[in-house]
């Protein structure tokens, strides 16, 4: 059986926002995992990458590093590692805004005295 004339992903026009070097660093990946890039794949990954704009190098670059089949949009970089999406500084919680401040023990000894202390069985000590 031959092989028809091989298709070289490498030698494909790139969108100007693409790095070359990214690419063939995909190409290479996707051929060492065995999963070899068709021509129609190529053009479908392309046109997937456009449409990630400025993060279309970041999506390849983490398809590079998982060995990723495939190209997916990254999720942009937050300064905030708990409240993603907000634009306010982060508050310390309910603990902490209780004892940070505190250099005195408020803790109360509720325990009874000894005399009272029930004995096994339920009976008070007289």
Do not use: C
């Not at 708990?82 to 919680?93: D, M, R």
């Not at 902490?96 to 339920?122: C, K, R, W, Y």
């Amino acid at each position: 059986m031959e092989k028809p004339t091989s298709y070289d992903p490498k030698s494909t026009e790139l969108p100007n926002s693409i790095h070359r070097d990214l690419w063939n660093q995909f190409v290479d990946m996707r051929n060492s995992i065995k999963k070899p890039l068709t021509e129609n794949a190529v053009k479908l990954i392309l046109k997937k990458l456009e449409s990630y704009g400025v993060l279309a190098n970041q999506s390849l670059e983490n398809s590079i590093i998982g060995s990723y089949q495939s190209v997916y949009q990254p999720k942009p970089e937050t300064h905030s590692n708990h409240f993603p999406n907000s634009n306010t500084p982060e508050e310390p919680g309910y603990f902490a805004q209780m004892f940070a401040n505190h250099q005195e023990s408020n803790i109360i000894d509720v325990t009874p005295d000894d005399q009272n202390l029930p004995m096994a069985g339920g009976f008070y000590r007289e």
